[in-house]
């Protein structure tokens, strides 16, 4: 009877290791995908970001502007906000 009980429960553990690898692998794929999404974002934001500037859009003075504007007591470190 013990040696049934251990059986189970090396089944139990191989299927948790089958699970949380597939889970695994599943995840690695996914992360991929969303850096190859951001890379094709940020070559269109780059696209933008230079259309702008040959039409004499300064983008840096707009940024520094708004930055100005924003008061102090927002500007907290991303520790404290989580």
Same mark, same amino acid.
């Given at each position: 009877m013990a040696d049934e009980t251990k059986a189970e429960n090396m089944g139990s553990k191989d299927e948790q290791i089958g699970f949380h690898k597939g889970a695994l692998s599943t995840l690695a794929k996914e992360r991929e995908e969303l850096a190859r999404i951001l890379q094709i974002v940020e070559q269109l934001m780059q696209m933008h970001i230079g259309g702008l500037k040959e039409l004499g859009v300064d983008l840096q003075k707009q940024a520094e502007d708004i930055a100005k504007n924003i $008061? *102090? +007591?927002? *500007? *907290? $470190?991303? +520790?404290?906000?989580?």
């Open positions: $008061p *102090k +007591e927002n *500007k *907290k $470190p991303i +520790e404290d906000m989580l």
